[in-house]
Every structure is written in C-alpha cells, then in structure tokens.
C-alpha cells in the first residue's frame, strides 16, 4: 500500500528511483510518480495507472539528477488521477506520504483560510503546504518538516525534499513503514527492504516518531516530538537481491510457491532437536514455567495469516491442550477483547506491518498480555512491538497473494504447539520426537506435491474457470485450507469463493449447488475422510462438479465420485495441512493465468495493508 523511494548519491537517479518502486509495485497502487532536483529547481514526473506509464513520461520528458524520491499511490482521498499523483508540491517543497492523515480536513481549512491553493484532492499536499509554511517562518527543512508533522495525526511514512537545499532529504515515520540504507557516499530510503537490496544491506528501521536527514556523507536521526538526535541500531540484512527476483518463473506467486521445500526447511532449521524430542526457539522470551502459566492463547492476524492461525489453533489445542482463539484484527481491536497477563497473544503477520494487526497488539499489551509475533519481516514494527518473536524464513514475499509465507507461518506455529506441549506435560519428548519426524519430512513432500505436471491444472483452469461462484470444503485442519483456496480463487481470479466447513454445507451452502458451481473439497485420507467423502456425493447429487483433494488411498475410495482428483502424499492429519495448501495454491494461479488476470497485484489489493 503506497511505497515510497529516497535518494541522496552522486548518481543519476531517475532509473534508481524507478527501479525501486518496481520493486515495491507489489504492494498495489494505481499511480506514480518521482521528483528530482535539477539546478534548483523540480522535475516532476507524475502518471496514472502503472509504472510503465510513469517510465513513459520519464522517457518523453528525461529528468536528471542525483536526489530524488519516487512514489506509488494507492488511492484513498481521491481518485487515482496524475493530479492526485504524489509527490505534491508547496513553494519549495514537494512531499511524498504513505498512510492517512486524519485531521486533513480541519488543516486544508486552515490553511484555505491563509490563502493556499490545492491541486489535488489528497491529504498528502496539505503536508506539502504545512512544511512550505514552516520554512516561510524561516526554519531550514529539517525543522521545518518536524514542526509540519507535529501539527498531523495519523499514520504517516513520509519524504520531503526542499529545492533550495539539495543536500538534504528529509523523512519520518509515524505508523507506516520506512528504512534507511545506508551507502557509501550515497542514502537510501525505502518501504521496504527489497527496493533497495541491490544497492546496501545496512539499513536502519524507523520507529514510530522517529525521522531521519540523509545527506551524501550520512545520516542523522532524530524524535519528531522534541527533535533530539539518537543512535540508530543498523542491521545487516542477509536477503541476497536474487530472492526478490523471478528468477526464471513468469510471476512471483509460481516462483514463491516453488520456494516452499526452501522456505519451510529454513523456517526448521536450527529449531528441531529431533534426539532430545524438544524445539529451540530463539526470540521466545519466556521460560518452561511461563509457557505452562497460561490459561489461554489468542491468536490475532488478518487475511490468509488468519487461515495460518485456524491452523495453528488446531495444533495448538491437540498437542498442549491450552485452549486457543483465533480472532482477526481488524474486529478484535474494538472489542474491549477479554484478555490479561495470563492470556498468550500471538500475532500472525508476513509483513508485520497490517495496521489492524498492529492496532490489536497494542490493545493486548495495555491488558498485560505477553504478544509472540509470528512474522516474516526482520525489524518489522510488529516485531518491534511484540515482547517476543518467532521468524518465519520464508524470505521476501513479491507476489500480493501470500503463499510461502503461509506454509513457513503453519510451521511456526506447529513448532510453538510442541514447544506448549513439552512446557505444560501433555507432550512428552517422545511424542514430540515423532511429531517433529513428521514435520520436517514435510519440505520434501511439498516438493512431491510439486511434481503434480502443471497440464492437470491448466486442464482444471480450461474446465471450471469460467465459474462465476465456487465452493472450497474441508474438515478438521482441511476447513482452514478450504478457506485459504477460497481467498486465493477470489484474490486472484475475481470468481466469487467461499469457503465453508464441509459439516456446515447443509446448514446453507447446499443450496448454491447446482451444474453451475464447482466445489474443491480437501478430503485426504485421514480421520475426517468418510464424513467428507459424504459431503462430496450430496455435491455430486446436486448436479455439482466435484475437484478432490485427496491422498492415493483417498482417490482409490473416491474413484469415479469425483469429477477430478489433485493427489497429495499420505501423511499424517497433523501436517496435512502443509500439503494440501499447495494444490489450493496452484488451482487459484492457474484459474488466474487461464483468465489473464494480473497474477501478481490483482485489482484492489495491497500487500501490506499499512491503513484500516
Ligand atoms: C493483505 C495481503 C494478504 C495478507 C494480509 C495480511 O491482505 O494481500 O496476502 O494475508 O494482508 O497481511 P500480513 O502481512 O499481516 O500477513
């Protein structure tokens, strides 16, 4: 949602600064742009639409320059127009914003008041003109910009840039996401982590109420509230630039998909002590005793992270038998939520930085519960915030449908499950032992289930794509899984999905059953196969097209039952989950690719949604 690129270097950045927002087009938005500074005075380039039309407009108009910010605007205060286009310029000064400023109506009376004209309908100029407000009282930018944001509420990751001075670039960080790359004789600004990979690996994460003045010798920072310096903590990020590509795939979701055997085995790695039955894990700031003190967990997440967390609700109960609640975040934050010091709070994120999720740990914490981050992103805020954390290793997730990071999330919370289980006596390390056998024999069975020749579901997406309405069922830990393969059908593919549990179908969903609907019912061989099989020959008596997902022994059960069967290895129900993800995840992109939808950043959506 909204990215943001800075430069301060000595070379010509209008391609840096595009490149970067390539990098950073998978957070959706619907247009660009980029300024520079040229012999004192603006180049702005602004575009609707994609990138490809801001790259046109660079080419018909070339600026050069060696400091500059870019934007991609996810639109929220008027349409996605290149007026509304950032960056947005006051007198000197132009802006780029990610996020909302809420007080944006009682500021633009203000300063109508005063005599300032607007151009746009967004929030985001009314900092501009804040900021060309300030320096018309004399203040140099750097001040200029710390006493414009003081006037602002809201959430913000902003870029400020003064034609007259530069030398400097100015940004701040209130609730949005930003980090400094460090250079050598240059400075880096960024959304996120990715867009400036290739350029440094030393970055700094701003905190909320942090901002920080690049120049080309470095980078000074400082707290917006009182304008006193601190020391930042610099982390050296181990991501290699080749992570973040396609590397050969024709979209990130199939690329990323492909990387689950990596991403799970590297989630694992270190953690599982498979001779002594036990799992390490780092970042867990509680001991045995604690982990044994609780009462009860509440899991809290968003989107396909929500789905990790039914799953992880599953392994959680059965193996510690501590009683879990999955929540999502956007409802629990305004619930007056039920929870204190002896509730386990754990946040499912990839990016960690979903502003509801972020919104409910906050709202957790004040109640006195520890919070456990399940995340993706090392320096996130939601790992900042929370009082412990558990990475998932996924590595950097383009592709705005979310897969590996939702296998990695699923192992994560199965190596917590046993962690809880050995801490509270209802696993002992013998069990664990073969629990953790299972799960780390999952990465080679992803890749098994990887071998499927993508021509069965080419054939699927050529049979049931042009499907205005599909069903996804399941039972047990399949139910969760049923509602992610719904998500990723209609994220992707804009064929309304819903997902059910397949012991509800009669309660309502039986009666959209027709030869129009097509349903995937997850079914592998396992404790809650017959009951599902049931549930596949009512679909079929209806008239309904039935997809299986299934194991061997449950295709030879189903046999001609079905209209089609993806097979998945036979493995226990506990890790089932793992396996039968991956077909929900290929039938949705191969709908997609069928359909021609934009795989990648389909419509309306954002990767990281950084606003409620
Ligand atoms: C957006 C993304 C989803 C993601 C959700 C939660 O909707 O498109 O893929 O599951 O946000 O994001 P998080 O980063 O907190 O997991």
Redesign the pocket.
């Known amino acids: 949602m909204c990215g943001i690129i800075g430069y301060i270097g000595t070379e010509d950045c209008a391609n840096l600064i595009l490149e970067g927002l390539r990098r950073l087009e998978y957070r959706?938005y619907d247009s660009a742009g980029i300024a520079i500074i040229t012999d004192g005075r603006f180049e702005i380039r602004r575009a609707a639409g994609k990138l490809d039309r801001l790259a046109e407009a660079l080419r018909g108009e070339p600026v050069s320059g060696t400091i500059g910010i870019g934007h991609t605007r996810w639109a929220t205060h008027g349409p996605p127009t290149e007026l509304n286009a950032h960056p947005h310029r006051a007198g000197d000064v132009v802006v780029v914003h990610n996020g909302i400023i809420e007080n944006h109506r009682v500021l633009k009376a203000e300063l109508l008041a005063e005599g300032h004209t607007f151009s746009s309908e967004t929030d985001t100029e009314i900092v501009a003109h804040l900021v060309s407000r300030e320096r018309g009282r004399g203040h140099g930018l750097v001040e200029a910009v710390r006493l414009a944001l003081l006037q602002v509420h809201g959430a913000y990751a902003i870029a400020a840039l003064d034609r007259t001075d530069p030398e400097t670039l100015v940004a701040a960080k209130n609730a949005s996401p930003l980090v400094v790359g460090l250079g050598d004789g240059a400075n880096y600004l960024a959304s996120d982590i990715p867009a400036i990979l290739q350029h440094t690996r030393r970055v700094v994460f701003l905190d909320e109420g942090q901002m920080v003045v690049l120049r080309r010798s470095g980078a000074t920072f400082q707290h917006i509230a009182t304008g006193a310096p601190f020391e930042p903590k610099v982390q050296v990020i181990n991501w290699t630039p080749a992570m973040a590509e396609k590397g050969g795939y024709r979209h990130f979701m199939l690329k990323e998909i492909h990387e689950q055997p990596r991403a799970v085995t590297d989630t694992l790695r270190e953690r599982v002590r498979i001779e002594r039955g036990t799992v390490e894990l780092d970042g867990l700031n509680l001991t045995d005793e604690q982990l044994a003190g609780f009462s009860r967990a509440v899991i809290i997440?968003?989107?396909?992270?929500?789905?990790a967390g039914l799953v992880g609700e599953y392994l959680i109960e059965q193996f510690s038998r501590l009683p879990v609640e999955v929540e999502l975040?956007s409802e629990f934050r305004y619930r007056e939520p039920c929870v204190d010091e002896k509730v386990l709070v754990i946040a499912?994120?990839?990016?960690?930085?979903?502003a509801d999720?972020l919104a409910a740990i906050k709202e957790t914490q004040s109640r006195g519960s520890h919070v456990l981050a399940v995340?993706?992103?090392v320096g996130s805020s939601?790992v900042r915030l929370s009082n412990s954390n558990l990475m998932t290793h996924a590595g950097p997730e383009v592709s705005?449908?979310?897969t590996k990071?939702?296998t990695t999330?699923i192992a994560a919370l199965y190596l917590l499950a046993v962690k809880l289980g050995l801490a509270r006596g209802t696993l002992q390390p013998g069990r664990a032992a073969v629990l953790l056998q299972d799960l780390i024999e999952v990465p080679s069975a992803i890749e098994t289930v990887l071998e499927t020749p993508a021509s069965e579901y080419v054939a699927l997406a050529r049979r049931f794509g042009n499907a205005t309405s599909m069903l996804y069922l399941g039972r047990g830990t399949s139910f969760p899984i049923a509602l992610e393969g719904a998500l990723k059908t209609k994220?992707l593919s804009y064929i309304h999905a819903e997902g059910y549990a397949a012991g509800e179908m009669k309660h309502g969903p039986i009666a959209l059953i027709d030869e129009s609907v097509p349903s995937v019912v997850v079914c592998p061989m396992g404790p809650h196969f017959d009951k599902t099989l049931s549930n596949v020959a009512e679909t079929r008596a209806r008239g309904g097209a039935v997809i299986a997902v299934t194991t061997p022994s449950g295709a030879e059960r189903i046999g001609s039952d079905a209209d089609a069967v993806l097979v998945v290895p036979e493995a226990p129900d506990h890790v089932m989950a793992f396996l039968t993800a991956i077909p929900m995840q290929l039938l949705a992109y191969h709908i997609a690719d069928f359909k021609g939808t934009d795989v990648d950043q389909p419509r309306n959506?954002?990767?990281?949604?950084t606003v409620e």
């Open positions: 959706g997440a968003c989107g396909t992270s929500w789905h975040a499912v994120s990839q990016s960690g930085e979903t999720t995340c993706n992103v939601i705005v449908a979310s990071a939702f999330q994220e959506l954002a990767k990281s949604v």
